[in-house]
């Protein structure tokens, strides 16, 4: 047999195809820090969506008492006014972004999945070799 014919074949065989992967790839372990099973995922998954919502909703906070202070302490001064107005504009709009997020995320969940909170709240089943 010819070196061009048994690449050939080599490579169109499942077998020795996954016992050549497998000897160059070998085994992956997860690492540190993050989920090592689909039990670990949800709650995974749940807490950086609260962390992320949370933050968000902070410098929504943070930006309204802030666009407040400049507009009270804008004495009268046009630019600062129309600053400050803009910078609670912002807010307010950023705001309507999260809450629209969350909207738009309960309604593609329920469409595809047929439950309002899939997406946020995922079921991961675990799948066993």
Not at 4 to 27: M, Q
Not at 41 to 54: G, H, M, Q, Y
Not at 81 to 102: H, N, P, V
Request: charged content about 5%.
């Amino acid at each position: 047999m010819s070196p061009t014919i048994t690449l050939f074949t080599n490579l169109f065989n499942p077998t020795v195809a996954l016992a050549a992967a497998g000897d160059i790839v070998g085994t992956l372990s997860v690492p540190t820090g993050l989920p090592s099973s689909t039990a670990q995922t949800k709650p995974f998954i749940t807490s950086l969506i609260t962390l992320v919502t949370a933050a968000a909703g902070i410098y929504v906070l943070w930006q309204l008492v802030s666009g407040g202070l400049d507009f009270i302490t804008a004495a009268g001064d046009k630019g600062k006014i129309q600053q400050a107005t803009q910078k609670i504009t912002m807010a307010i709009t950023g705001l309507a972004i999260i809450a629209g997020s969350f909207i738009i995320i309960a309604v593609l969940s329920f469409v595809l999945f047929g439950k309002a909170d899939f997406i946020l709240n995922p079921t991961i089943n675990s799948i066993t070799p």
